[in-house]
């Protein structure tokens, strides 16, 4: 039976540790998109990563444990929960904020406030649907606890806004797995700089184009005039048709036919479900007014049309964009910032393209990043491979021969 493990990484780490091997923030990195020579337009930030945007902070935990017939309860775990601090751990105030539904049929819990005031009052957590409530109660109580809030500022937490995709095929979805702790360590826990991508924190049970699936981010630097901002993206992916796929504007999972999903004793094709996810997160330091911001939300749809999803009837997809630089001094201090006038075309025409670039990135880098995982049932996913992948790139000749 493979041995639990529980990991909160907010740094380069990989999750899918050999059996009995945790893995810990000096394990090496997943690989990423661009080490596979697979091109990109833009410039990316020094790691490629939502992290890019300065102050912002991820913490992730990944829960793995048991294997063999689901038992409810018992398992298997295949789950986990990942959390964005725009500001940093000790980050108080609201930040401006947008929220766009690409399709419905899912949940983002605290966005009302967000469509209402244009306001994003603390951490983002982006887990698996049967989390949501542990993940909430944790969250309130982590804002609730002696010395971080004052008391009269701990009911603006009472909405936390957490994002969900649907782990079914891999995880116990309604054992209730994860536990109070296990978010308080991703939230007390996140770190700056690199990181970690594919099996790791909410993304750990989730498949993308019926490969395995998870977390991936990427960033872009805008540089216009004398001025540079910065556009990041985290997904959660758990959603696409393999046929549909696309990378690199390549259709290879029209030519990439065969590591299916499997379960011992179901015909593959009964392996297949159009309900699935996927959560678009987008932080900028450019200082960005609400609903400038929710045209930013709205253009991440683009990106995710790239790699050739058509947001199909039943996959829950939203993107939320906040501005770290456009703040509400909700703790008391009143930062100093300039707003992006709505006149300012060419520059909102310039972060558009950073966000959809830095979406389309983050997409394919969750899917080369994910390992293949065993899950609930036997059921089988296999990681994208990346062999394959590249030889199918090399000969529409968007990848050299160095690769």
């Keep these: 039976m493979r041995p639990f493990l529980a990991m909160s990484l907010a740094a380069a780490v990989f999750a899918a540790a050999a059996p009995g091997v945790a893995a810990s923030q000096s394990a090496a990195a997943a690989p990423r998109a661009r080490d596979l020579g697979i091109p990109f337009p833009g410039v990316p930030g020094r790691y490629n990563a939502i992290t890019d945007v300065a102050g912002i902070e991820v913490g992730q935990t990944t829960l793995v444990r048991g294997e063999g017939t689901l038992r409810q309860g018992k398992g298997p775990v295949r789950t986990g929960v990942t959390i964005i601090h725009p500001l940093g751990r000790k980050g108080l105030d609201a930040v401006a904020a947008g929220f766009a539904v690409i399709n419905g049929t899912g949940e983002f819990t605290g966005t009302r406030v967000i469509e209402e005031l244009g306001l994003l009052i603390g951490p983002i957590a982006l887990t698996g649907t049967g989390n949501i409530p542990v993940v909430d109660q944790a969250m309130l109580d982590w804002a609730a606890r002696p010395g971080y809030l004052p008391p009269d500022q701990r009911f603006l937490r009472v909405g936390p806004v957490i994002g969900e995709t649907l782990d079914s095929h891999l995880n116990d979805v309604l054992g209730h797995p994860m536990t109070e702790q296990d978010v308080f360590s991703a939230l007390d826990d996140a770190k700056g700089g690199p990181v ?200 529409h000749s968007m990848i050299n021969a160095g690769h």
Excluded: C, W
Excluded at 236 to 246: V, Y
Excluded at 298 to 320: H, I, K, P
């Design 196 to 395: 970690a991508e594919g099996n790791v924190g909410g993304g750990t049970g989730m498949q993308a184009y019926e490969f395995k699936g998870g977390i991936g981010t990427a960033s872009r630097v805008v540089r216009i005039g004398d001025r540079t901002y910065t556009v990041g993206v985290l997904v959660q992916a758990n959603n696409g048709r393999r046929e549909d796929l696309r990378v690199a504007g390549i259709p290879v999972g029209q030519i990439i036919t065969t590591q299916m999903p499997e379960e011992p004793g179901v015909q593959p094709a009964t392996t297949r479900t159009d309900k699935n996810s996927l959560l678009i997160v987008i932080a900028t330091d450019a200082p960005l007014q609400p609903h400038q911001l929710n045209r930013l939300a709205r253009r991440a749809a683009l990106g995710v049309g790239r790699n050739g999803s058509t947001a199909r009837n039943t996959s829950g997809e939203f993107a939320l964009a906040f501005s770290t630089t456009n703040r509400s001094p909700i703790s008391g201090r009143a930062p100093s910032y300039e707003q992006i006038s709505d006149l300012d075309g060419v520059l909102m025409n310039d972060l558009f393209t950073a966000t959809v670039e830095a979406t389309e990135e983050a997409i394919v880098n969750q899917l080369v990043a994910s390992e293949t995982m065993v899950g609930a049932n036997g059921y089988k996913v296999y990681g994208i491979p990346h062999e394959r992948l590249v030889e199918v790139l090399r000969a």
